[in-house]
């Protein structure tokens, strides 16, 4: 019986017709509503990263009914960093009735909490040539990149110059002003060759028999 008021009835046909006589009678059941509840379940994932394949269940149903549910959340890639258990980003259910069974149940939706973290940021720098000692550092060294790179960023370098001719460490951090992907270090070595110095005596002269002194380049 579907929830509601139901009329239920009674006839009575004896068998001895001759000394009883039929009868009918009547009377009203009130069925209750059942409770039912849809729950999704809780997920995460990272930053620009789609979706997961949601999953949830519906619990409190009876007498072999039928409801199905698909989960769904309106986060996108570009969603931002946080834990969405409220609103239009958290995990929703739409319930499917085929059989018209939830009219004798009241529905409790759950909503599932959607937990966004950060990527991590993977950071390339190939091994740049060697450079002359003395020789600043350009682009053509500090080249470190990032395919995670969708907006404005804050960079710092450890060093601008070679300090030594032998091999140096550069480091190059990436700190994001936003905090949808992680802090991410590299460092790569950078050979500094010696420079060439030539040393060159000026000309000079001086009267034969007299002490020559000795001269400083300056």
């Known amino acids: ?10 006839t009575f046909t004896p068998t001895d017709s001759a000394d009883y006589s039929g009868g009918n009678a009547h009377c009203l059941l ?9 729950t999704p379940n809780n997920a995460s994932r990272l930053y ?4 997961p394949a949601f999953t949830g269940s519906i619990a409190g149903l009876v007498a ?69 000692y003395g020789t600043p550092l350009s682009a053509t060294q ?31 951090l990436y700190t994001f002003r936003r905090s949808d992907y992680s802090t991410a270090t590299a460092t790569v070595l950078l050979t500094v060759n010696k420079a060439p110095l030539t040393v060159t005596p000026n000309p000079s002269s001086k009267v034969y028999g007299l002490q020559t002194r000795p001269s400083r380049v300056p």
């Open 64 to 132: 072999g009914d039928t409801v199905t549910a698909t989960y769904a959340s309106a986060a996108n890639l570009t969603t931002v960093v946080g834990a969405y258990s409220s609103g239009a980003n958290a995990i929703a259910a739409t319930l499917s009735d085929p059989g018209s069974k939830l009219g004798n149940y009241t529905l409790t939706q759950n909503v599932g909490t959607l937990t966004i973290t950060q990527t991590t940021t993977t950071l390339t720098w190939p091994t740049p040539a060697a450079i002359m």
């Open 1 to 10: 019986m579907a929830a509601g008021t139901q009329t239920l009835s009674v």
């Open 48 to 51: 620009g990263v789609a979706n």
């Open 30 to 38: 009130d069925r209750e509503q059942g409770t039912a509840y849809g």
């Open 142 to 172: 500090l080249d470190a990149t990032s395919a995670a790179l969708p907006g404005p960023s804050s960079i710092r370098q450890r060093r601008d110059r070679p300090r030594r001719w032998i091999s140096n460490t550069l480091r190059r």
